[in-house]
């Protein structure tokens, strides 16, 4: 099974940075793309960046031109840089990889970020 390990949630204040790390059991180059994603309690998941194995990347209104998504393939990670934190950037975030059908599949345990106002 696909293992992903998100790190580098934490507490910061509004206009704060945080980076956040996504570590796969196997080389990342094995799907077409790679996201994060987050939920706020009582909120339903939705998508915040994806980059595809081209390095081609969307993101979500709400972040764009603050966060940026990167990949380091010979490390197997994929990054989430977050800039200018707001506190409705406040959930849990989650790294995942797609199945074979490009319908995201594997989810790691997630790390919290909390941006206090």
């Known amino acids: 099974q696909v293992q992903l390990v998100e790190s580098g949630g934490g507490l910061v204040q509004a206009g704060g940075s945080l980076r956040l790390s996504c570590a796969a059991s196997l080389s990342i180059i094995s799907f077409t793309f790679m996201g994060w994603y987050r939920q706020a309690p009582g909120k339903e998941r939705e998508l915040v960046a994806r ?58 345990q997630g790390t919290q970020v909390t941006v206090s106002s």
């Open 51 to 108: 980059i595809t194995s081209s390095g081609s990347t969307k993101f979500a209104d709400s972040v764009k031109g603050r966060f940026t998504i990167s990949r380091d393939n010979a490390k197997n990670t994929v990054y989430l840089q977050m800039n200018n934190l707001k506190p409705e950037d406040t959930a849990v975030y989650y790294c995942n990889a797609p199945d074979i059908f490009s319908a995201p599949r594997y989810w790691g």
